[in-house]
């Protein structure tokens, strides 16, 4: 089985090199990638997973023979995806050789996805992750209290769009949640990302909106400030993110600005003793409740300096409970802030706002870095969101996770024609692909995690890999979930409806598909 895996990953690996490099001579060196774009997609994609396989390659014992599912899957799948672009990229065959094909039959014959599919109905944790000894414990830890403090409650704070219930921070807080990347000198405990990534995905598989995303913010901030705060930032801030004294929110994204952030409009003048903050900005979640805004904001009116004109600041705001809030700043001349919630089908639990600034006063000491911080917003800011595209994987395999289990259960219960579904052939097959392509996701995502630990500038290819994939297995497994679930799945006292709502938002934040196929693995990918 081993050999299969590791057959198949070679195959994959030498066919997705193959693309890359003539995509590389077709761009020069990545320069031209927005002449090629279609060509640019199918070869990142390719080659994220040839990525996924050569983790699947690597997975435990335990999980070899739905990763050979997965793998051959994936594998069988890279020919007609790069097919379109063959011409263009100058690649007459795309066929695998003769051991490899068979490798790959003998990994999605239906039989094989089959066998997947009866162990998720008989056990629906039958493909744990092993991990060490402390991974082991935060795992489980996160998984009681998500299934008791969070789970009760996921569904009515969806349906009623109610917002994140405040005990939930106060114990996250307490139980570390916030603190798993910060360094212990400054109040974290700095198990690293991988622990990061467990929490993210128990919590999501209770609840994406609830409690899955609210580690994100916090992390994405703190990551900057490590990156480049001051020393004085760091001690004051990061001891107030790790035990949830200070919830923060993002906000980078503007009406008319998505993820061409170097075309940030919303501007910070200097006044005395800081900076006046106006403009709009969107999508920025949980800004409603949030104590700090990290704000990246335009400080050179030059703008051909596009990202270089960027600053990052912290944005100190009231807490407000509600959809809607307007605040002025106290003193003469004080600035005002609006704030109206976007409602949205899915992702329900922290509301994601449009804001207006108006002369808002930002001081001097929280501009992140400081004087040398000025102009750096765009790097700190990225520093941050490598964080959050690989807690999107995390967030991800939860959501997935929960989707597979409420669909095994169910397959194993409801009955038709005399027998219960999950009897049958096809519904076992569909579920064996669930699964399989969860090890997949789960498979890429840690090893993201891993790899980000050890260094995260060179790890930010692999956790967007994560991301990209991880969320489109989000979207086809729930999908996928709420089908075997017949009419019901389409009925809100389901979960699985959930799940198939929540999950449409995980390709679109912390870097949109396209971009990251084109912008980032694609840059990284041909310009080496």
Request: charged share 20%; net charge negative.
């Amino acid at each position: 089985m081993a050999d299969d895996r590791e057959l198949i990953a070679r195959a994959a690996r030498t066919l997705a090199d193959r693309a890359a490099l003539a995509a590389r001579a077709l761009t020069s060196g990545g320069e031209l990638i927005d002449d090629h774009q279609v060509v640019v997609e199918k070869v990142s994609y390719a080659a994220t997973e040839a990525r996924v396989i050569e983790e699947l390659a690597r997975a435990p014992g335990n999980l070899a023979d739905a990763a050979l599912v997965a793998a051959a899957e994936l594998a069988a799948g890279i020919p007609h995806r790069l097919a379109p672009v063959a011409p263009a990229l100058g690649l007459p065959s795309l066929a695998y050789d003769a051991d490899a094909q068979a490798a790959i039959a003998r990994g999605i014959a239906p039989a094989a996805v089959e066998a997947i599919g009866a162990a998720a109905i008989a056990d629906e944790r039958a493909f744990v992750w092993p991990l060490d000894e402390v991974l082991t414990e935060v795992r489980a830890n996160v998984r009681a209290f998500a299934e008791r403090e969070v789970a009760p409650n996921a569904e009515r704070i969806h349906h009623h769009d109610e917002l994140v219930p405040e005990r939930f921070i106060q114990e996250m807080g307490k139980l570390g949640y916030f603190g798993l990347a910060i360094p212990e000198k400054y109040g974290g405990h700095e198990l690293g990302n991988l622990a990061m990534i467990l929490t993210t995905e128990e919590l999501s598989r209770a609840s994406l909106a609830a409690a899955g995303s609210l580690i994100t913010r916090p992390e994405i901030l703190a990551k900057a400030l490590i990156a480049g705060g001051t020393e004085e930032q760091k001690q004051t801030w990061l001891p107030k993110l790790a035990s949830a004294e200070v919830m923060a929110a993002i906000s980078v994204t503007e009406p008319n600005v998505g993820s061409d952030v170097a075309s940030v409009a919303c501007k910070a003048e200097r006044v005395a003793g800081g900076f006046s903050i106006t403009g709009a900005k969107a999508w920025c979640t949980f800004a409603g409740r949030a104590d700090v805004i990290a704000l990246l904001a335009r400080t050179d009116t030059d703008t051909s300096k596009g990202a270089r004109g960027l600053t990052l600041f912290i944005v100190d705001k009231p807490r407000f409970l509600g959809h809607e809030f307007e605040t002025t700043q106290a003193g003469p001349g004080g600035g005002t802030l609006t704030g109206k919630a976007d409602r949205t089908p899915g992702y329900r639990g922290m509301h994601s706002f449009t804001l207006s600034f108006d002369k808002w006063f930002v001081p001097d000491a929280q501009v992140v870095g400081g004087e040398a911080g000025i102009g750096r917003g765009f790097a700190l800011q990225m520093a941050g969101f490598a964080a959050g595209r690989l807690q999107t994987g995390g967030r991800a395999c939860g959501v997935t996770q929960a989707a597979l289990e409420h669909t095994a259960r169910y397959v194993g219960e409801r009955k038709q024609f005399g027998r219960p579904i999950g009897d049958y052939g096809l519904t076992r097959y569909h579920l064996g692909r669930m699964a399989s392509r969860l090890i997949a996701a789960r498979g890429i995502t840690y090893a993201a995690a891993t790899a980000m630990d050890a260094d995260e500038r060179a790890a930010a290819p692999l956790a967007a890999m994560a991301k990209l994939f991880s969320c489109d297995v989000a979207v086809e497994c729930t999908q996928l979930g709420q089908l075997l679930h017949g009419g019901w799945g389409y009925a809100e006292e389901y979960p699985i409806s959930r799940y198939v709502a929540d999950a449409q938002v995980l390709p679109i934040f912390e870097g949109v598909k396209p971009i990251l196929t084109l912008k980032v693995i694609g840059r990284s990918l041909l310009s080496r």
